[in-house]
């Protein structure tokens, strides 16, 4: 396998993606669909680490505190989508305007 | 030959459940997708000779957020969600943004092509060892304090209300 196809996979996972982003109205779905982006990140960091720097670790190390991050990010906004959903008993994002500005 | 089928085969799940999480109506099949997206891009780390990101994948993303996921849909959501359409208005310049971000990503694959792996993957576990606890001593340890704010934060978040 050549480098160019992990690249156009993780940049068709990376457009559904934002697809995902730009189209749900639920906000679940938004984060999920906020996962794949990262996935599709973490993906070109372990092909370039594999093919271009053989021997070498530091993509996969990157890749590590990427994953952690991302747990922590889905731990928060999934706790914030609860506190909010109690409040406002729904989950779609055009709801969400309680904010006054 | 057997790369191939193996590349072609987790690529097929990938994007297939990926497309899954994206346009299916209902978020709980949406969340199933995504746990099996998940173990694809699993299955595309151990093909490039990742195995610890391997672990930590199927670990922390189909084992802990996957299943965090699905306890959300559980929790938030209301009978009338299976009937209500999930895709907002916008979709059609949606679909123009991911038209331009896929002609700009076939720009830079094609500026990586033909580069082959020219040695066999080896097990990194040691080596990323040694440079979590050395060179990169103190990120992993400002990903602990990162770690335990969001900790604090989700129970501060989801915590009842005193009355």
Redesign the interface.
């Known amino acids: 396998?050549?480098?160019?196809?992990?690249?156009?996979?993780s940049?068709?996972?990376?457009?559904?993606?934002?697809?995902?982003v730009?189209?749900?109205?639920?906000i679940?779905?938004i984060?999920?669909?906020i996962?794949?982006m990262l996935?599709a990140a973490?993906?070109n960091f372990?092909?370039f680490?594999?093919?271009?720097y053989?021997?070498q670790?530091?993509g996969?190390?990157t890749?590590?505190?990427i994953?952690?991050?991302?747990?922590?990010?889905?731990?928060?906004g999934?706790?914030?989508?609860?506190?909010i959903?109690k409040n406002l008993?729904t989950?779609y994002v055009?709801k969400y305007n309680i904010l006054k500005g | 030959m057997t790369e191939q089928i193996i590349f072609y085969m987790l690529t097929a799940v990938v994007l297939f459940s990926a497309l899954g999480v994206v346009l299916l109506p209902g978020v709980m099949h949406s969340a199933l997708c995504l746990g099996l997206c998940l173990a694809g891009v699993a299955g595309l780390f151990a093909a490039l000779g990742a195995d610890f990101i391997f672990a930590a994948q199927i670990l922390v993303y189909v084992g802990g957020i996957a299943v965090l996921i699905l306890f959300v849909v559980l929790l938030a959501g209301t009978k009338a969600d299976l009937t209500t359409r999930q895709i907002n208005d916008a979709w059609l310049p949606a679909l123009l943004i991911c038209a331009a971000f896929s002609w700009s990503f076939d720009k830079i694959t094609r500026y990586f092509s033909g580069i082959i792996a020219t040695t066999a993957p080896h097990p990194t576990i040691r080596a990323m060892a040694g440079a979590l606890l050395g060179d990169y001593a103190v990120p992993f340890e400002l990903v602990s304090v990162v770690l335990l704010a969001s900790m604090t934060g989700a129970v501060l978040f989801g915590r009842r209300k005193a009355e």
């Open positions: 396998m050549m480098l160019s196809h992990y690249l156009a996979v940049g068709i996972l990376f457009t559904i993606g934002l697809f995902g730009l189209t749900r109205r639920n679940i779905g984060l999920m669909s996962e794949l996935n973490n993906i372990a092909a680490n594999r093919f271009l053989p021997g670790h530091l996969q190390v890749v590590i505190f994953i952690t991050l991302a747990a922590a990010e889905v731990v928060v999934l706790a914030l989508v609860m506190a959903y008993k989950v055009e």
